[in-house]
């Protein structure tokens, strides 16, 4: 079946650096969305990638969809702690718009 | 509005118990998920709903049942209880797809489950 992998799996900065995670699937992507899960919490949606070479930007956050649609980024520009928590990236295809969700990448921020 | 709840937030069941968890959506979706979620692997569907009355296997059905006798409801069983079985369980819900849009999943809080 398909996987969806995201590196890295764990990343620990200090608050103002950049942060990049990493999605990359076996199989070509249908739609790939990003949820944010903050500790303890529940995944909360943060945005869709439907097309080849999109890029999405929400404020510091950069949402990048490959070429050939096997691979996915997130950046993060200037960390804050608010931004501490796992992301996840999910390719939703097929029927009743079932998520395969990435492995995740926890992200730590420190003062 | 609530969103999506479950209940119970916690429990701790023996080997070979039994239970039942709810989920419950007053967003009037028509899809419904149910999810497990262990650390490093991230969250893999169990079961899912496209209506009142229908079911289907996700990507790790085994030793799970599921009923959706109501719209707003997504139940998910644990007939035998097994140590596999401790994670944390997501419902979620969405608007069944149309021609094009953004078709998010909306979680509830989870459910802690350890099987001792």
């Known amino acids: 079946g398909q996987q969806v992998m995201q590196i890295p799996q764990y990343q620990h900065v200090q608050e103002g650096e950049d942060f990049t995670t990493y999605c990359n699937s076996s199989?070509?992507?249908?739609?790939i969305q990003w949820y944010k899960q903050r500790p303890g919490g529940h995944p909360v949606f943060l945005i869709q990638?439907?097309?080849?070479?999109e890029v999405k930007k929400q404020k510091r956050l950069t949402f990048q969809f490959g070429e050939a649609k096997k691979n996915s980024s997130l950046h993060i520009t200037a960390t804050q702690t608010t931004d501490v928590g796992t992301y996840f990236c999910?390719?939703?295809?097929?029927?009743?718009?079932?998520?395969?969700f990435g492995t995740g990448t926890r992200l730590q921020v420190t003062l | 509005n609530a969103g999506v709840t479950q209940t119970p937030k916690f429990r701790v069941l023996k080997t070979g118990q039994s239970m039942t968890l709810l989920c419950a959506q007053d967003?009037?979706?028509?899809?419904m998920y149910w999810y497990r979620q262990d650390p490093g692997m991230g969250l893999r569907l169990i079961h899912y709903?496209?209506?009142?009355?229908?079911?289907a296997k996700g990507e790790v059905p085994d030793g799970y049942n599921v009923s959706r006798l109501k719209k707003q409801n997504f139940l998910l069983g644990l007939e035998s209880a097994a140590p596999s079985q401790t994670s944390v369980y997501f419902c979620?819900?969405?608007?069944?797809?149309?021609?094009?849009?953004?078709?998010?999943?909306?979680f509830g809080p989870g459910t802690r489950l350890t099987v001792t």
């Open positions: 199989t070509t992507l249908s739609n």
């Open positions: 999910a390719d939703q295809t097929g029927t009743a718009s079932k998520l395969t």
């Open positions: 967003m009037n979706h028509e899809y």
């Open positions: 979620a819900s969405s608007y069944s797809t149309g021609t094009s849009g953004t078709y998010e999943q909306y």
């Open positions: 990638l439907v097309k080849s070479g």
């Open positions: 709903s496209v209506g009142e009355g229908t079911t």
